[in-house]
């Protein structure tokens, strides 16, 4: 146990919907990542939270967004679904100066089906 | 567009055979480099690291990797595998500061 959890587990959804997946991040970390890992294109940086704040953006969508809360946890938002948006959706945490060369902590992953 | 390659996408090894897994990325500049594994049913967690320093890095459980900067190179190597190093293994950079690149893993089976 990473000390990251993920809620839920699995979502199921429609093409064109909108989706929330939220991350807790381990006691103490302050910076949270997105990944985004499909069959095709691997595991991929989406974005970073530091303390409330984005700090680096890789490749997410226009129609993903993310923020990070007062209480550290973060939630991604997924709309105008695609089936192509169908994968498995991991956080990670580090420790607190959030630099990339920290080790992260990485949670279950949500995985999203797109039907 | 930076890039991390791992050439190998399916290794199947018997117990006891050495391991080398290549990792290759594109980056011209400085660069944190990393082995994250996992294992069936688990999350994905930290083998090693290399951001300065000696090039040989030791990780948990055996595994070593090599940072050759001529050759943009950092392979995991492992001398002797166990039925226990199953898992699928992933190469990462850190590049310019605030990117982060995983290259497309490479899933280990070792036979017992």
């Known amino acids: 146990d990473s000390g990251v959890t993920q809620t839920p587990k699995h979502l199921i959804t429609a093409t064109g919907q909108r989706v929330t997946l939220r991350c807790s991040p381990r006691?103490?970390?302050?910076?949270v990542y997105w990944y985004q890992q499909s069959l095709d294109q691997g595991l991929q940086f989406l974005i970073q939270?530091?303390?409330?704040?984005?700090?680096a953006k890789g490749n997410i969508l226009e129609r993903f967004s993310a923020q990070q809360f007062p209480d550290l946890h973060s939630e991604l938002n997924l709309s105008s679904l695609e089936l192509g948006d169908s994968a498995l959706y991991f956080c990670?945490?580090?420790?607190?100066?959030?630099?990339?060369?920290?080790?992260?902590?990485f949670g279950p992953g949500t995985r999203l089906t797109v039907l | 567009a930076q890039s991390v390659s791992q050439h190998n996408h399916h290794v199947i090894l018997s117990e006891a055979a050495s391991l080398e897994l290549g990792c290759n990325y594109s980056?011209?500049?400085?660069?944190?480099l990393f082995w994250y594994v996992q294992y069936p049913g688990q999350h994905l967690q930290l083998l090693l690291k290399?951001?300065?320093?000696?090039?040989l890095v030791k990780g948990i459980k055996g595994f070593e990797a090599e940072f050759i900067k001529s050759k943009f190179s950092f392979n995991l190597r492992k001398p002797s595998v166990q039925w226990s190093d199953t898992a699928e293994y992933f190469c990462?950079?850190?590049?310019?500061?605030?990117?982060?690149?995983f290259g497309t893993g490479t899933s280990l089976t070792v036979i017992p």
């Open positions: 990670a945490s580090s420790a607190p100066s959030g630099a990339f060369y920290n080790e992260q902590f």
């Open positions: 006691s103490g970390d302050l910076s």
């Open positions: 939270y530091y303390n409330g704040e984005e700090r």
């Open positions: 980056y011209g500049g400085t660069v944190n």
């Open positions: 290399y951001f300065s320093g000696d090039p």
């Open positions: 990462a950079v850190n590049a310019g500061g605030n990117q982060f690149y």
